[in-house]
């Protein structure tokens, strides 16, 4: 009785074990099918919900492509409407003729793929499918091994119930890696051959859909004839397959296309580009991986003749250092330039160079250098004296004074300011100071006219900012940036008008929406009194300190600009469409040489950049217009004359006023 007692309970445990062993049997694989089918929910969405990183492209107010925006993945976007049925049927014969037929495998390829794999003893034969490629290459590794391989036919079945063929074909096209940091055909197609996929020929398609089996090895920009042979093998598929015709095989396998060995940026703005970034970043977080379409208000052209102008001027400060035995290491790593030109008008920049070599330097000197701009900030002070009821033909002493003022420790200090060459010419007329850039006329007007009213009529003008508090505002005390200097100067190149300058038309996002950017601009003054101004302007560049900016055949106003110890050197100046600003200088702060003032050093960069601009738009407008209600009259008894308004009216109005004409234009 004990024996059988004892027996009972090791029956009903062992049957309970058996139980047990045979739930955890079944459990486990419905667990593992659990964990594979919510895997590939997961895993599979990625390529069913696709959203590839898409490659940003700017280009300049042309079309011309200035760079390419992208993070890791440089890729551009081709839908499925768009890829020519040659390039599948290309793609069909070389890696999947069954494509159509199969629902994410062929069965007779996977068992001809193991019957090698088992005689070798591991994963030798693909036989992947198109879709089996997607898979691999989006959502597994490229490990050969058999739980990767089951994960792949698992996975390419899935996408198949969710995807149609030419979804498949669609996002196989654009996720494919290519060589040479290109993904997806449309990327390879224009980095390869610079053309559009409607444009290439069979030769180049077999070139491309050759290349995911090693896309490295099969590279044209790296082996080139073996990429031929690749793609000849290709064209003989579509040829055993009926697809194509015997004069379009030979024809075709006798091609030898030509390739480019482009960089991935191809970034020819470096500049432009930072500077589009930095506008653009924060409205666009996704900016090197969202696809957008970036138009650019430069004219590559433009760009091109300002950084060969540049890079002029600075050659010609160093050849003369040289000359003179001044040359020295620090000269050479610290000079540079900077150089902006814009539609006065639009505020669209044209041409923006932030300095001779960004890649000795990224730092833009165009907008991001603050710096005194001198006597070119002197125009300005002019007009608010043209604007008070002053004329050009108004005099004013250009003798020394000496003023005092209040230090920062309250002991009373004086200046003595001076000519740039000591000289005193006693009364002068404004338009004679303005063309000769005399500081001693220029303070003494500011001093007779009052601080305080001149500073109120900057601000009419829209300048508020970094005001200097006293008389050295008349010397161009103020620090700005070439960018600012250029805003400022479209009161005078516009005729009046206040321009915001801009740098961006519009962005179009991969939905295809549009986003204008327009600029800002008000009227701060009439184009009467601003083209008084202007004839002043002419002058100093005809005969005053602006003469290296002279351009044959073209009006050009202008102001020359040169700071203490010749730290800066400027020269700004427009024609009747066009504004530049050119200003040299070293990084550093320290001075240049004594003999580089803003006429020698930034006059030659501006004429250099017009004479490239008349010789790329022969067409482009030469000669100022004149506003209605500016007349001449005469101003001694010499009969010599000069251009007023009822604002900056003649001294006598009764004495011989004759209107201005056309051909009495030049002064």
Known sequence: MINSYEEVPLRTRIKKYFYIAIGIGVMVPVLFLGYLIYTFEYETQKLIQYQPRLTTEVYDRRGNKIANLFSNEHRYYVSYDNIPPRLIEALLAIEDTMFFEHHGVNPDAIMRAIIKDVSAGKLKEGASTITQQLVKNTLLNREKKFSRKFKEVLYSIRIEQELSKEQILERYFNEIYLGHGYYGIKTAADGYFRKPLKELTLKEMAMLVGLPKAPNFYSPTRNYELSL???????????????????????????????????????????????????????????????????????????????????????????????????????????????????????????????????????????????????????????????????????????????????????????????????????????????????????????DMGFQNVVTGLRRYGITENLPPDLSIALGTINLSPLDL????????????????????????????????????????????????????????????????????????????????????????????????????????????????????????????YDDMLRIYPNTKRYFDLPAGVYRAPVDDANNSEAFTDTSAAPDMTQGETPLTEEKLLF
């Open 229 to 447: 042979g690749r793609a000849n093998r290709v064209i003989g598929r579509m040829y055993e397959l009926g697809w194509i015709d015997q004069s379009t095989y030979d024809k075709a396998t006798q091609e030898r296309p030509k390739v480019y060995n482009d960089t991935l940026s191809k970034n020819s703005g470096p500049y432009i580009i930072d500077e589009v970034m930095r506008q653009l970043g924060d409205a666009f977080p996704d900016i090197r991986s969202g696809g957008y379409k970036i138009y650019t208000t430069i004219d590559m052209r433009l760009q091109e003749a300002g950084y060969k102008a540049l890079q002029s001027g600075r050659d010609e400060i160093l050849k003369r250092a040289q000359e003179a035995g001044d040359l020295d290491e620090n000269m050479q790593r610290q000079l540079n330039g900077a150089l902006i030109s814009l539609d006065p008008r639009t505020g669209e920049i044209l041409a923006m160079v932030g300095g001779y070599d960004y890649s000795l330097s990224p730092f833009n000197r165009v907008t991001q250098a603050k710096r005194q701009p001198g006597s070119a900030f002197k125009p300005f002070i002019y007009q608010v004296a043209l604007d008070s009821g002053m004329s050009p033909a108004s005099l004013i002493p250009d003798i020394a004074r000496t003023y005092t003022y209040a230090g920062e420790d309250g002991k009373e200090k004086t200046w003595k300011p001076k000519n740039y060459k000591n000289e005193y010419k006693g009364m002068v007329t404004i338009r004679n100071a303005l063309t000769y850039s005399r500081n001693l006329a220029t303070i003494n007007m500011v001093s």
């Open 486 to 609: 250029a805003k400022y100067y479209t009161m005078f190149a516009s005729g009046g008008a206040l321009t915001n300058p801009i740098l961006i038309r519009q962005v179009i996002t991969p939905k295809g929406e549009t986003i204008q950017y327009e600029n800002k601009s008000r009227q701060v003054n009439t184009p009467q009194q601003i083209y008084l101004m202007t004839s002043m302007l002419k002058d100093v560049v005809e005969h005053g300190t602006g003469t290296p900016a002279r351009v044959s055949g073209m009006e050009i106003a202008g102001k020359t600009g040169t700071t203490n110890n010749n730290v800066d050197a400027w020269f700004v100046g427009y024609s009747p469409t066009v504004e530049t600003v050119v200003w040299f200088g070293h990084d550093n702060n320290t001075p240049m040489r004594k003999s580089e003032t803003g006429g020698r050093a930034a006059g030659p960069v501006f004429r250099y950049f």
